[in-house]
């Protein structure tokens, strides 16, 4: 993380003596990358009106729209004295809002009425009737969705394009490397900060190889295109 990018530290916590009892990972933004979460027009509604909507104050895990615990506490009544406290911040530092991005559905009554509640969509595939193939998969189709699915395939095969899908133990530094240059390029083109480094996907391979997923297209024996999971 770098503070030019608009990422800057500044973590919650709340203390009984020399007790920690609750703590929120969060950093003062300078802009909204990174944070897969669109509000630019909260920054242009503030703009119009002559506001500074920037810094503001985040309380989320860069770089990742996973949802996950982020009010940290041993119980929940010292989750919601976190929320509120995170409300006051504010006013204390000259900040025009405070911000808590995909937490879990179970820590939504640690936050009062006062909280506006973003909604926005993610899309999830779930194996969850048993497909073992590719034909199976298909088999769940009409016949016309499956004649235009094996067609499509059919064309991408036919221009010379095959796919390689290796984890981290089977990755090789030169695929490691491919799959960099594509993130980097994707992110130049959207006018973005490319983030990750090849050393963190080097980090990836080697302490949780199992993890990592990378997807190639080959052509002509090198990679075309890439995609990145967990």
């Known amino acids: 993380l770098r503070a030019e990018w608009g990422w800057r530290p500044h973590d919650l916590t709340l203390w009984e003596g020399d007790v920690l009892i609750a703590a929120a990972p969060a950093y003062l933004k300078e802009n909204s990358h990174g944070e897969f979460v669109f509000d630019h027009a909260w920054a242009h509604a503030y703009a119009q009106h002559g506001m500074e909507y920037f ?63 973003r909604i926005d969509v993610q899309y999830h595939w779930r194996n969850d009737r048993g497909w073992r193939t590719f034909d199976d998969y298909l088999a769940a189709f009409d016949h016309k969705h499956r004649k235009n699915i094996r067609q499509e395939r059919a064309k991408v095969a036919r221009a010379g394009i095959a796919f390689r899908v290796v984890d981290g133990t089977q990755a090789s530094a030169d695929d ?55």
């Open 55 to 117: 810094p503001k104050w985040l309380c989320a895990v860069p770089y990742s729209p996973v949802t996950g615990p982020r009010l940290l506490a041993r119980d929940e009544v010292h989750r919601r004295e976190l929320a509120a406290t995170m409300a006051s911040l504010c006013a204390r530092n000259g900040l025009s809002s405070a911000h808590v991005n995909f937490h879990t559905e179970a820590q939504d009554g640690d936050f009062d009425a006062d909280w506006l509640q």
């Open 176 to 230: 490691l490397s491919a799959m960099h240059g594509f993130y980097r390029t994707t992110f130049a083109e959207y006018g973005n900060h490319p983030a990750l480094t090849l050393e963190f996907l080097q980090h990836l391979a080697a302490t949780m190889p199992r993890a990592l997923v990378i997807m190639l297209a080959m052509r002509g024996g090198r990679p075309i295109a890439g995609a990145l999971g967990l």
